[in-house]
Every structure is written in C-alpha cells, then in structure tokens.
C-alpha cells in the first residue's frame, strides 16, 4: 500500500505558476513510477507528466510540454510538478499516482496502482 498526499495547488492567474507536491508513504517509492494527471469538470482525468522510478525518464503531455516538469527526490519521498505559463484550460483537479515498476511511465491511467486525493488547480483569465 502506498498513501499519497498532493499538496500546493490553488488560484492563480493566466501566465502565473504552481509547484505541485506529491508526499508519499507506506511502500518503497523508489520502486514506482509517478504520474500526475487531472480531471477538469465534466471531463474524464487526463493525463498531464510522469517519470520513471529512477527519475532517468520523463513524459508529457503535449497540452502542458514546455511549460511543466516533472521532478522526483526519491530520498525524501516526494514527487512535484512545477508548472508554468499557466493557461485556464489548466484549471481542474490534480491528482499524483504511483505505478509499481522500474520502466518507462505509462500515460495511460489504469496503469497506475495508488491515487492521492487530488489537489484543485483554479487559473483565472
């Protein structure tokens, strides 16, 4: 069992930005990747970054490339996503989620195994 707890979203303007956190704790995280995906309203959840287990691989979507990056600091338990240039159609839920194993991250959302409880992202025009 891994929990997740996100942390840093908010409201911001258009152009502004954000550092999502993502604390995880239970199994070893070093052992999985992680995701960030999001759910606007009315929308299915989307997927947005991940990266390897290691932290040596990283992917995105095209909507967020260019203006996110996805990080991990497996000593410390944490994952974060830093997001720039922010746009409105950015606004929505964020949630981190962890997928056992050692390769390439998955964008695909049933792949990942432990979802956090999401944290609001709102950007104003």
């Known amino acids: 069992q891994v929990q997740l707890v996100e942390s840093g979203g908010g409201l911001v303007q258009a152009g502004g930005s954000l550092r999502l956190s993502c604390a995880a704790s239970?199994?070893?995280?070093?052992?999985?990747?992680t995701a960030w995906f999001r759910q606007a309203p009315g929308k299915e959840r989307e997927f947005v970054a991940a990266?390897?287990?290691?932290?040596?691989?990283?992917r995105y979507a095209d909507s967020v490339k260019g203006r996110s990056t996805i990080s991990r600091d497996n000593a410390k338990n944490t994952a974060s996503l830093q997001m720039n240039s922010l746009k409105p159609e950015d606004t929505g839920v964020y949630y981190c989620?962890?997928?056992?194993?050692?390769?390439?991250?998955?964008?695909?959302?049933?792949?990942?195994?432990?979802w956090g409880q999401g944290t609001q992202v709102t950007v104003s025009s």
């Open positions: 989620a962890v997928d056992y194993g050692l390769g390439s991250p998955s964008d695909r959302r049933y792949s990942y195994d432990y």
């Open positions: 239970g199994r070893t995280f070093s052992s999985y990747a």
């Open positions: 990266i390897r287990a290691n932290g040596g691989v990283t």
